[in-house]
């Protein structure tokens, strides 16, 4: 029999998944949590006993995207490889990711465009996959498998590429737009996101 | 001596101007006429008499961002080039117009992350740079320059990385934020755009 709490925890799963919804095509002020509350099917008051207000349950739908976005790389994750097939899994592992959650592309490059402190909590949310990202850029560089290079250059040219082909595929127009999860766009931008970052990481 | 008429242009710039800065900062929800008045030192009433609401200010900012950097990019237009002097050209234009206005950088992100209709104005605005691009790509395609590829996949490693490098240098975190404008990051960044464009587009 269900009991109290874990019917409480997907009352509270339910929250967050609709709040991800509305804070990907909406932005920030524009959310409400009356509209959270009308997906769910639940009153007002009733998110406010999971999340204290807009704020604390924004940052609660950043960290899981954080979070899930890291699990989800970690399984990927070949410490015994060349820097180069680590770069390429993390890569493909972010790709995957965003197409299979298109709500937290969008959500990444809402994140983008919002100035932070350094102490709050987007930046520091964001730590954790810059970290991955320059831990394994530095390792080749140290062992000489790539060249000197900004790891936030890097990521700008490969990471930002597979936030906007996730994100922006439905934004180009009636002629241009594609469906991100189709396996043919999937794998031909993937081909290309690979070529990219081979030619950018290999010594001159 | 100065007229009523160019009073009342230099007055309408300044709106814009303002604008521009509060619509790169905040998102549209929480931009706010009275935010522009206060930075423009005029009464809210008088930016109505300009622009009918938020709406039509939002788009006369957009619409010039987008005239700016067309016109900036048509400057380095070199039509009698090989397709990939131009699509270089095309991309040094945009960078160097993100890095010379900010404001430009994150309202591009901000459009990128607002789903509009086909017939809206912001994909009608962004219809223009989309449409240079894809030209110098189709024709570089045409004539066997350039391998096939799908417009929109190059544009999300190259032109995205310009956006990214642009609006995001200083929300990265204090140990890596950059300044865009500094010539050294800028030069390396540029560097490695290049050099992404021509594997990217360099027949196999």
């Known amino acids: ?16 998944d609709a709040a991800e919804e509305l804070f990907a095509e909406k932005d920030y002020s524009a959310a409400r949590l009356e509209d959270v509350a009308l997906a769910v099917g639940i009153k007002r008051a009733s998110i406010v006993y999971y999340f204290a207000g807009k704020q604390e ?3 609660a739908v950043e960290q899981r995207i954080f979070s899930a976005m890291m699990a989800h790389t970690r399984r990927a994750e070949r410490p015994d490889a060349p820097a180069m097939d680590q770069l390429l899994a993390l890569l493909d592992g972010w790709l995957d990711f965003l197409v299979g959650r298109p709500t937290a592309a969008r959500i990444l490059l809402r994140i983008s465009a919002n100035s932070y402190s350094d102490s709050s909590a987007p930046v520091r949310n964001s730590f954790v996959a810059l970290g991955a990202w320059e ?38 127009g009636e002629e241009r737009n594609y469906d991100p999860a189709d396996s043919g766009q999937l794998e031909a931008f993937r081909n290309l996101m690979h070529r990219s970052a081979r030619s950018l990481l290999s010594s001159p």
């Not at 029999?1 to 339910?14: D, I, L, P, V, Y």
């Not at 560089?141 to 700008?156: D, I, K, N």
């Not at 936030?163 to 439905?170: E, L, S, V």
């Open 135 to 172: 831990d394994i850029i530095r390792r080749g560089q140290a062992s000489g498998e790539f060249p000197p290079a900004s790891p936030a250059h890097l990521l700008h040219l490969l990471g930002a590429g597979t936030i906007y082909y996730t994100a922006t595929g439905q934004l180009l």
């Open 1 to 16: 029999m269900e009991n109290k709490a874990s019917r409480g925890e997907k009352t509270r799963q339910r929250i967050l």
């Open 57 to 59: 349950l924004y940052e």
